[in-house]
């Protein structure tokens, strides 16, 4: 069994920063990608940005410049720095990590975490 627990969203005026952080826990021997994933109401999930064990990155391209990726292998924690947030960046935020586990791969996803930006 793996968890996924994220924190750190909340409400934030346009042009300000939040950094959300997603912890992983239970029988995992390893994680291999771990991202973040987003969905704003009426739309589907999207890519946010992931990053590998070894620290590369992929990003949404419109992203890429106001949110940065980083983890702690030893924490087994994943964070997403977002800065200049928009209104158009409210959404439900998802925490996604590919384990291998004592029980072989699982693919885990967080409960999400909101994120609203007001204008």
């Known amino acids: 069994q793996v968890q996924l627990v994220e924190s750190g969203g909340g409400l934030v005026q346009a042009g300000g920063s939040l950094r959300l952080s997603c912890a992983a826990s239970?029988?995992?021997?390893?994680?291999?990608?771990m991202g973040w994933y987003r969905q704003a109401p009426g739309k589907q999930r999207e890519l946010v940005a992931v990053?590998?064990?070894?620290?590369?990155?992929n990003y949404a391209d419109s992203l890429k410049d106001r949110f940065t990726i980083s983890r702690n292998n030893a924490k087994n924690t994943v964070y997403l720095q977002m800065n200049s947030l928009k209104p158009e960046d409210t959404a439900v935020y998802y925490c996604?990590?590919?384990?291998?586990?004592?029980?072989?791969?699982?693919?885990?996803w967080g409960q999400g975490t909101l994120v609203t930006v007001s204008s």
């Open positions: 239970g029988s995992i021997i390893s994680i291999n990608a």
């Open positions: 996604n990590a590919a384990c291998i586990t004592t029980h072989g791969y699982l693919e885990v």
């Open positions: 990053i590998t064990s070894g620290g590369s990155t």
